[in-house]
C-alpha cells in the first residue's frame, strides 16, 4: 500500500497547460502502474493515462494529443502536464496506482481541484 | 474508447440487496477478467472493493460481490446499509492496454 498526494496550481488560463504533481510515499515505485484519473464536477471517472517506471505511458485516445507523463523515481514523483486546456478539462485530478500483476486503482491521491477560467 | 453502460441510478431498502450491471464489448469487460468496481461517497475520493472480477480486498465487506457473464459485469451488494449510499464506478482494462470507467450508478437506500 502506498500514500498519493497531488499537488499543483488550482487555477489554469485558457490554452495554457496544466502541470500536477503527483507525490508518493509509503513504497516502492516499481512494480506499479502509476495513473491520472479525472472528475469534472458532477460527472464521472475518466482515465486520462499511466507510466511505469520505465518512462513507458499510455494515454487514453481521447486526450492523447495533448497529455504528457513523466517520472522521477528517485524523488518518488510522477507528473501530469496537459496542454491547450479548455474550461471543459475543470476537473478534480486524482493520481492512482496499480499493481502491474492486476490493473485495478488500488490506492488514489485525496485529489485536487483545477479550474480552467480567464 | 467509449465508456461502459452502468444504469444512472439503483435504489433499495435497508436489508435488501442491489445489482448494479457494467456492460462493456469484447475488447474490454468481455475480453479480460480485470474488471473493478470503486465506491466514492460525496466529496471522497474512490475506494476499491472489487478486483479481477470478483476479489474482494482486504477489509471490505463480504456483502460486496462481483460476477461476470460476456461483455457484462455485474456488483451485487447485499444486506443494504445507510452506509452503502454512494456512486460506484465500474472499470476494465482494454484491448488497447488502456483503461477505461463506467459512467456511473448513484445508490440510494431508502
Known amino acids: 500500500q502506498v500514500q498519493l498526494q497531488e499537488s499543483g496550481p488550482g487555477l489554469v488560463k485558457p490554452s495554457e497547460t496544466l502541470s500536477l504533481t503527483c507525490t508518493v510515499s509509503?513504497?516502492?515505485?516499481?512494480?506499479?502502474?502509476w495513473s491520472w484519473i479525472r472528475q469534472p464536477p458532477g460527472k464521472g471517472l475518466e482515465w486520462i493515462g499511466y507510466i511505469y517506471n520505465s518512462g513507458s505511458a499510455n494515454y487514453n485516445p481521447s486526450l492523447k494529443s495533448r497529455v504528457t507523463m513523466s517520472i522521477d523515481t528517485y524523488n518518488k514523483h510522477f507528473f501530469l502536464t496537459l496542454h491547450s486546456v479548455t474550461a471543459a478539462d475543470t476537473a478534480v485530478y486524482y493520481c492512482?496506482?496499480?499493481?502491474?500483476?492486476?490493473?485495478?486503482?488500488?490506492?488514489w491521491g485525496q485529489g485536487t481541484l483545477v479550474t480552467v477560467s480567464s | 474508447q467509449s465508456a461502459l453502460t452502468q444504469p444512472a441510478s439503483v435504489s433499495g431498502s435497508p436489508g435488501q440487496s442491489v445489482t448494479i450491471s457494467c456492460t462493456g464489448a469484447s475488447s474490454d469487460v468481455g475480453g479480460y477478467k480485470y474488471v473493478s468496481w470503486y465506491q466514492q461517497h460525496q466529496g471522497n475520493a474512490p475506494k476499491l472493493m472489487i478486483y479481477?472480477?470478483?476479489n474482494r480486498p482486504s477489509g471490505v465487506s463480504n456483502r460486496f460481490s462481483g460476477s461476470k457473464s460476456g461483455n457484462t459485469a455485474s456488483l451485487t451488494i447485499s444486506g443494504l446499509q445507510a452506509e452503502d449510499e454512494a456512486d460506484y464506478y465500474c472499470?476494465?482494462?482494454?484491448?488497447?492496454?488502456?483503461?477505461?470507467f463506467g459512467g456511473g450508478t448513484k445508490l440510494t437506500v431508502l
Open positions: 509509503g513504497g516502492s515505485m516499481t512494480s506499479y502502474y
Open positions: 492512482a496506482s496499480s499493481p502491474i500483476s492486476t490493473r485495478q486503482f488500488d490506492d
Open positions: 479481477d472480477v470478483s
Open positions: 472499470s476494465s482494462y482494454t484491448s488497447s492496454s488502456t483503461r477505461v
